[in-house]
């Protein structure tokens, strides 16, 4: 016997099936879409089945967009010659706000994690490699035609041929420094070391604001390591 809204009861079950929602969030989220008024209840319905429909991944780089290419592997104010590996879509937005890279990127679709089920067949690494393989084979080492500007080009248009076969210099691997993200990175550095291209990853240590005494053990180490020049 259902003590309240079967309807309310079917809203909790929805939200409890998000990740991180637990049952009694899932009642505070349907309480407050109770208390919302209907318009905007209907425009979050609308955005939900719009994201649904709408948002594909990326054919060049896998991360979500509404657009094939997405914007920016279309850009033509991007640096070409870097390539930044991350793991999910997720990740592109957090480095996207430092507003301190400018190349573009790659996103894996996961990490090896043999414990998980997932090898390197099912991340979009083979893509990754074929990308660089085939900046590789480029005719002339930075030497391209110049493309038409953001401006004149189309939604969905694809980037044109001799812009995306600029040399690869260098691929960061932005991994999160655990196991599996040191697996991925190893296992992609291999792969990419017959083409001649800078491999890096990024820098660990202190947080900014933080302390030294009650860093582990291994944050510090990683500090030390990757220590720079003032």
Same mark, same amino acid.
């Given at each position: 016997?259902?003590?309240?809204?079967?309807?309310?009861?079917?809203?909790?079950?929805?939200?409890?099936?998000?990740?991180?929602?637990?049952?009694?969030?899932?009642?505070?989220?349907?309480?407050?879409?109770?208390?919302?008024?209907?318009?905007?209840?209907?425009?979050?319905?609308?955005?939900?089945?719009?994201?649904?429909?709408?948002?594909?991944?990326?054919?060049?780089?896998?991360?979500?967009?509404?657009?094939?290419?997405?914007?920016?592997?279309?850009?033509?104010?991007?640096?070409?010659?870097?390539?930044?590996?991350?793991?999910?879509?997720?990740?592109?937005?957090?480095?996207?706000?430092?507003?301190?890279?400018?190349?573009?990127?790659?996103?894996?679709?996961?990490?090896?994690?043999?414990?998980?089920?997932?090898? &390197?067949? #099912?991340?979009?690494?083979?893509?990754?490699? +074929?990308?660089? %393989?085939? @900046?590789?084979?480029? !005719?002339? /080492?930075? *030497?391209?035609?110049?493309? &038409?500007? #953001?401006?004149?080009?189309?939604?969905?248009? +694809?980037?044109? %041929?001799? @812009?995306?076969?600029? !040399?690869? /210099?260098? *691929?960061?691997?932005?991994?999160?420094?655990?196991?599996?993200?040191?697996?991925?990175?190893?296992?992609?550095?291999?792969?990419?070391?017959?083409?001649?291209?800078? *491999?890096?990853?990024?820098?660990?240590?202190?947080?900014?604001?933080?302390?030294?005494?009650?860093?582990?053990?291994?944050?510090?180490?990683?500090?030390?390591?990757?220590?720079?020049?003032?």
């Amino acid at each position: 016997m259902h003590l309240t809204s079967e309807t309310v009861e079917t809203l909790v079950e929805q939200f409890s099936k998000l990740p991180t929602v637990g049952r009694k969030t899932a009642q505070r989220l349907a309480a407050f879409v109770l208390k919302m008024p209907r318009e905007e209840v209907v425009d979050l319905a609308r955005a939900l089945v719009a994201a649904k429909d709408k948002v594909k991944t990326c054919s060049v780089c896998f991360n979500v967009t509404d657009v094939d290419p997405c914007p920016v592997c279309q850009s033509e104010r991007r640096d070409r010659s870097v390539i930044c590996v991350v793991e999910e879509a997720s990740d592109v937005i957090a480095l996207e706000r430092t507003g301190e890279f400018r190349g573009l990127y790659h996103v894996l679709g996961g990490v090896i994690s043999p414990l998980d089920g997932v090898g &390197p067949d #099912d991340l979009h690494i083979s893509e990754l490699v +074929a990308r660089v %393989a085939g @900046a590789a084979s480029a !005719p002339a /080492a930075g *030497v391209v035609s110049e493309p &038409p500007a #953001d401006a004149d080009r189309q939604p969905g248009e +694809a980037v044109p %041929a001799e @812009a995306e076969r600029v !040399p690869i /210099a260098e *691929v960061i691997l932005a991994m999160n420094p655990n196991v599996e993200g040191d697996t991925t990175a190893y296992y992609v550095g291999q792969m990419l070391s017959p083409f001649g291209v800078t *491999v890096s990853r990024l820098a660990r240590g202190l947080p900014i604001g933080g302390d030294l005494e009650f860093a582990d053990e291994a944050t510090l180490s990683r500090a030390l390591e990757g220590r720079a020049g003032l």
